[in-house]
């Protein structure tokens, strides 16, 4: 049986602001940080290890990645990074805060940009600063490959790419992986090993800094998954906890985090 290990980066301090963050390269929050050094400890002490470790290129991610290692002590251990583990590119919202996006564009618009699958917010100029092409960081990539923004799909594409030409190998020729990326590239990469519709994929919310582990056939079909530090506690069991809480017409959610569905941690239930 195979083990694949999946992190969303630990709470960023725009997580934390409320704010749209996509490729904006932000810090961890001190919240952020305890929670990859607990992702970190939780795997050493179910006797993880890992000879090889995946990342996205965005800060949150790499730091993400090197305190967990750091707590198991394999700190030496090969790393390859990837824009196409990047989050969700989120065009000209980067950076705003999303109770005033709303009030700009109102809620239905905003609903619209974060939990479609296929449409994209508006986009950036190449003059603006957080174009990515603007970045010394993105200077290899072609213009075509260098987003303006980008839907749900687009991210999916990316990083499904990734996992065929890259990851998948590694896995088969007998590689123990970690993948510490994004929200919305860790749900592509689901996605496509569970075979979730695009109806279902939006509804899939990952928790900060708690690792998902994938158990694999030979085939690297997934066979179970479940959350390490919430002693195994199966993925699907929270989603439907989530889907409970929205449905609940007793109660109102206010989203917190750049996740396009809040967790647990992140659900304030208020009565109407």
Known sequence: MIKLVLVRHGQSEWNLENRFTGWTDVELSPKGIQEAKEAGIALKNKGYHFDLAYSSVLKRAEDTL??????????????????????RHYGALQGLNKDETRKKYGDE???????????????????DERYPGNDPKYTDLTKDELPKTENLID???????????????????????????????????????DNISDEDVIKLEIQ??????????????????????????????????IEEILNNGEYRIIFEGDAEFPDEATCIDAQK
């Not at 967990?68 to 030496?76: D, F, S």
């Not at 618009?109 to 003059?127: G, H, K």
């Not at 900060?208 to 479940?226: H, W």
Request: proline fraction near 6%.
């Open 208 to 241: 900060t800094g708690n690792p998902i582990c994938y158990e694999l056939d030979d085939n690297l079909k997934p066979i179970r998954d479940y959350y390490v530090k919430e002693n195994n506690i199966p993925v699907q069991k929270v989603k439907d906890k």
């Open 66 to 87: 090197d305190f967990i290692l750091k707590e198991m002590g394999e700190e030496n251990i090969p790393i390859k990074r990837s824009w196409k583990l990047n989050e």
């Open 155 to 193: 991210t999916i594409k990316r990083v499904t790419e990734y996992w065929k030409s890259d990851i998948e190998p590694d896995i088969k020729n007998g590689k123990n992986v970690i993948i510490v990326a994004h929200g919305n590239s860790l749900r592509g990469l689901m996605k496509y090993l």
């Open 109 to 127: 618009q905003v609903l619209l940009w974060r939990r479609s699958t296929d449409v994209r917010p508006p986009e950036l100029d190449e003059n």
